[in-house]
C-alpha cells in the first residue's frame, strides 16, 4: 500500500512539474516566467511532504502555479528514481543546494539565476506565495 501512495504522489507531483530541468529553463524563457525549483524527499522527509501539501496542493497555490515555471529535484530513499533523473539532480545539488538542506525552494530568473531561498515555514498558502515574491526585485 505505501508503494502506491508513493508512486501515486509521484505522478501527481509530476503533473505541476517540469520534467527536466533543461524543460523547466526552456519554458521559463519562452513564457518570461520564474522557475520555482523545489528540492525535497518525498517519501522520507516530513517537512518536505507538509509544505508539499500545507502549500503546493492547495487550491490557492494551485491557481497561482500558472505564474511560475515548477521543477522538483527529488531525493527518494524508499522508492527509485531513473538514474538520469539522480544525476540530474545531484548536479542540480551542487549548483543550488550546497548545503543539502530539505526541503529547500530557490526562486530562480529565467537564466537559472538564484533570486531567493526559503525552506518549509509554518504559513498559509498566500504567505508562502508572498514570500516567495519577495525575492522578486
Not at 13 to 38: G, M, P, R, Y
Not at 99 to 111: N, T
Not at 113 to 122: A, C, D, P, Q, S
Request: net charge positive; glycine share 4%.
Amino acid at each position: 500500500m505505501k508503494h502506491r501512495y508513493v508512486l501515486f504522489a509521484l505522478l501527481v507531483t509530476n503533473f505541476c512539474f517540469s520534467q527536466t530541468f533543461d524543460d523547466a529553463l526552456a519554458k521559463a524563457s519562452k513564457e518570461d516566467k520564474n522557475i520555482i525549483l523545489v528540492f525535497a524527499g518525498s517519501d522520507w522527509c516530513a517537512p518536505c511532504i507538509k509544505l508539499d501539501k500545507e502549500v503546493f496542493q492547495t487550491e490557492v497555490f494551485q491557481k497561482e502555479k500558472a505564474n511560475w515555471v515548477m521543477y522538483k529535484a527529488d531525493f527518494l530513499k524508499k522508492s527509485k528514481l531513473p538514474v538520469e533523473v539522480k544525476n540530474e539532480n545531484s548536479k542540480l545539488a551542487d549548483t543550488y543546494n550546497k548545503e543539502g538542506y530539505f526541503p529547500l525552494v530557490v526562486l530562480l530568473d529565467s537564466k537559472g539565476k538564484v533570486l531567493g531561498k526559503t525552506g518549509y515555514m509554518k504559513a498559509t498558502p498566500m504567505e508562502y506565495i508572498k514570500k516567495l515574491y519577495s525575492f522578486i526585485k
